[in-house]
Every structure is written in C-alpha cells, then in structure tokens.
T-cell receptor, first 116, second 112 residues
Framework: GAVVSQHPSWVICKSGTSVKIECRSL??????MFWYRQFPKQSLMLMATSNEGSKATYEQGVEKDKFLINHASLTLSTLTVTSAHPEDSSFYIC????????????FGPGTRLTVT | GENVEQHPSTLSVQEGDSAVIKCTYS??????FPWYKQELGKGPQLIID?????GEKKDQRIAVTLNKTAKHFSLHITETQPEDSAVYFCAASNMVGNQFYFGTGTSLTVIP
C-alpha cells in the first residue's frame, strides 16, 4: 500500500518558537495533502487541505497565519506552527491522496508536539 | 455539510467473538466509506473501504456493509484477536476535494 511518512515523530519546543513538520508520500505522487489535529481520545479534526502548487484551504476557525502550510511538490507538504503556545500541543497527522479520481487517503504516523 | 455518527464509543469483546461498529451519515451525495484502525500513538491505517455501488465487501476477518437507503454502514470483525484492540474510525466522502468526514471513533478492546 501507499506509504506516507512524517518527520519528526515527536518534538518538544519552548513557547514562542516555531516548529516545522514534514509530510512525505514515499511511493506515490500526492496531488492533495491534508493536515489534521487530534486531541486525546478524540476524532481527527481537519485543519487544512493543500494542493500542490497552490495555497492551502483552511477550515473555519483555523488560523492560517499561525499554521503555515506549504505543498511545494507532489511528494512533500509542510506544516509550520508559528509562535507556538502550550495550547498548540497536540497530535498532528497528515494524509495524502493520489491523483484526481482516486478515493483513498493514506495517513502518516503523526507528530506529537509538546509546547512548554 | 456531512455529519457522520459512530456507535458505540467503546466496545469490549471476548477473543474469538465478533465485533460490530456502526456509522450513519447525512449527505446522500457521499459515495465512499473507508474504515481506519488507529493504534495508540500512531496514525490511522486504512483497513477496508466500500464504494456506493457495492453493498458489501469482505477481506478475511473484516467486512463492511453499506445501506445507502438508510444511510448507514457497518464494520464487522469476526474471530477477534487481542491485536484487533485499537480505535476504529469510519469516514464518508463525496469525493469533492477528497475531503473525508470522520466519525467520533470506537475504542475496541479484545479480552484474551
């Protein structure tokens, strides 16, 4: 099956700093990538959808200036949490969908962010 | 927009028994219904999916059924094993922008 990786798997940062999370599709080209946030024992909350070469579409309530998303190639999307605060601590998961017309969405292993 | 409900939120079964998780959706335009298994500290893994032109799909011990008229679909796991213990999420999509709408998850515990 399709493989999606995320890096780092976990990160601890100080309040006020920025953190970048990478999401890569390893064996297929992802025209669309998604970023989710998941709180303990809760479902996945879609933050934004990114298409290669265009600006990301953010869900209502998600600050686009705080969560910067870049989808520069068909295999890489990045999420940068700027000026992180303790309330940004969460599990961030990306997923990737293949070429247009396919249904499947494959998830990365997630990144645990802790802001101290 | 789409609203997906999932029941039960927790489920405990004895090893070897069957487990059934049910989801309902609201948008009749939804036509793709995947199921994901998420182990603690990991990302969701696609375990089975079904499209709207099919009523049932089976893969070894796992099966999914879809009732488009009633707008509900179910995951069936037979001969459960301890390694089946995880959180399971259903989702629905109408393929517009590939966006998925997730259920709230079911924590399955298989007791040895």
């Amino acid at each position: 099956g399709a493989v999606v990786s995320q890096h780092p798997s976990w990160v601890i940062c100080k309040s006020g700093t920025s953190v970048k999370i990478e999401c890569r599709s390893l064996d297929f080209q992802a025209t669309t990538m998604f970023w989710y946030r998941q709180f303990p024992k809760q479902s996945l909350m879609l933050m934004a959808t990114s298409n290669e070469g265009s600006k990301a579409t953010y869900e209502q309530g998600v600050e686009k200036d705080k969560f910067l998303i870049n989808h520069a190639s068909l295999t890489l999307s990045t999420l940068t949490v700027t000026s992180a605060h303790p309330e940004d601590s969460s599990f961030y998961i990306c997923s990737a969908a293949g070429t247009s017309g396919t249904y499947e969405q494959y998830f990365g292993p997630g990144t645990r962010l802790t802001v101290t | 927009g789409e609203n997906v409900e999932q029941h039960p939120s927790t489920l405990s079964v004895q090893e070897g028994d069957s487990a059934v998780i049910k989801c309902t959706y609201s948008d009749s335009a939804s036509n793709y219904f995947p199921w994901y298994k998420q182990e603690l500290g990991k990302g969701p893994q696609l375990i089975i999916d079904i499209r709207s032109n099919v009523g049932e799909k089976k893969d070894q011990r796992i099966a999914v059924t879809l009732n488009k008229t009633a707008k509900h679909f179910s995951l069936h796991i037979t001969e459960t094993q301890p390694e089946d213990s995880a959180v399971y999420f259903c989702a629905a999509s109408n393929m517009v922008g590939n966006q998925f709408y997730f259920g709230t998850g079911t924590s399955l515990t298989v007791i040895p």
